[in-house]
């Protein structure tokens, strides 16, 4: 059984120990706000790990493509792949069957998400129909 939380509840459960119905000058209270505010940091990690999640994702979606960049391919063709390189992360498209090192098609970014994310807004409004 899957059990959520609600973010918004747990905020204003702080908020609430903040503004002394639960005094923060106990035990208790001091107890209550530390692990509370560490569990809303963790939260907060939580969500991040969703982007890159969310990254992955969109990085699996993009397919093989044809070297005349107009055409999904089944087989061979140009893969995806995912790079760092001169500082930048990458997402180009290689040759499958040539020992071609150049990319037909390259997006960099600061990050991994960032450059995934630009591959695949072009893959999707070129392959896609938006």
Excluded at 45 to 74: A, C, M, P, W, Y
């Amino acid at each position: 059984m899957a059990h959520y939380i609600d973010k918004d509840a747990l905020v204003a459960e702080i908020e609430r120990i903040k503004k002394e119905e639960c005094p923060i000058d106990t035990y208790e209270g001091r107890c209550k706000l530390f692990w509370f505010e560490q569990f809303l940091s963790f939260l907060n990690t939580l969500e991040v790990k969703t982007d890159e999640d969310n990254s992955l994702e969109k990085f699996k979606s993009l397919q093989h493509i044809n070297g005349d960049l107009r055409q999904t391919s089944k087989v061979w063709g140009y893969a995806p792949n995912l790079y760092f390189f001169d500082g930048m992360w990458h997402v180009g498209w290689f040759s499958c069957e040539e020992t071609d090192v150049i990319a037909i098609k390259d997006f960099e970014g600061n990050t991994p998400e960032e450059a995934i994310d630009k591959a695949y807004n072009w893959f999707h409004s070129t392959f896609c129909n938006g």
